[in-house]
T-cell receptor
Framework: NAGVTQTPKFQVLKTGQSMTLQCAQDMNHNSMYWYRQDPGMGLRLIYYSASEGTTDKGEVPNGYNVSRLNKREFSLRLESAAPSQTSVYFC?????????????FGPGTRLTVL | DAKTTQPPSMDCAEGRAANLPCNHSTISGNEYVYWYRQIHSQGPQYIIHGLKNNETNEMASLIITEDRKSSTLILPHATLRDTAVYYCIVRGWGLTGGGNKLTFGTGTQLKVEL
């Protein structure tokens, strides 16, 4: 049981390049999330998915797209990377059950855009 | 979701109890208090949550005041490995998926020293 996995762990891009961050969970969770964390800041929600086939915007969605490929996988795409997107990206998942909704986080992807 | 206020930093001697306060004076009746921690830029880790009763698990205890306007996370015997940023989050239940998103502030940096 690996929990939440993310690839890659590190990435350096040039302005204008595109890339996809991958996230997978093996806990049979319904909900999945993408957050970003800038230095010295708390996490901010980019997009989330309440179930397979559904996605919704979070607090900072501009410049990103997501795909909930199946129940296990939730990817985040940067179509044209900008230096302002330099950040650490965390994926999370939760079972989404009333009364208890612990979110489990992946190890993060450290992205630098030059 | 209700806003929370935490001290930016605290120190604790190893082996002593660490008591981390959180104010959430605008909390409403259906909102839970969650605590997460983040160790050195790893993914956040769930610690504990509660509604109005005090809670205890293998990691910590959560004390919520009777009026629910504040709470304290207690690490009974802090170790060096407990050095982390601790986030107090108030979140309502009854919403699914993205409604269960966590709003992270800047948290409390706990430093456990010898």
């Amino acid at each position: 049981n690996a929990g939440v996995t993310q690839t890659p762990k590190f990435q350096v891009l040039k302005t204008g390049q595109s890339m996809t961050l991958q996230c997978a969970q093996d806990m049979n969770h319904n909900s999945m999330y993408w957050y970003r964390q800038d230095p010295g800041m708390g996490l901010r929600l980019i997009y989330y998915s309440a179930s397979e086939g559904t996605t919704d915007k979070g607090e900072v969605p501009n410049g990103y797209n997501v795909s909930r490929l199946n129940k296990r996988e939730f990817s985040l795409r940067l179509e044209s990377a900008a230096p302002s997107q330099t950040s650490v990206y965390f994926c999370a998942s939760s079972v989404d059950r009333v009364g208890t909704d612990t979110q489990y986080f992946g190890p993060g992807t450290r992205l630098t855009v030059l | 979701d209700a806003k929370t206020t935490q001290p930016p930093s605290m120190d604790c001697a190893e082996g002593r109890a660490a008591n981390l306060p959180c104010n959430h004076s605008t909390i409403s009746g259906n909102e839970y208090v969650y605590w997460y921690r983040q160790i050195h830029s790893q993914g956040p880790q769930y610690i504990i949550h509660g509604l109005k009763n005090n809670e205890t698990n293998e990691m910590a205890s959560l004390i919520i005041t009777e009026d629910r306007k504040s709470s304290t996370l207690i690490l009974p015997h802090a170790t060096l490995r407990d050095t982390a940023v601790y986030y107090c989050i108030v979140r309502g239940w009854g919403l699914t998926g993205g409604g269960n998103k966590l709003t992270f502030g800047t948290g409390t940096q706990l430093k456990v020293e010898l």
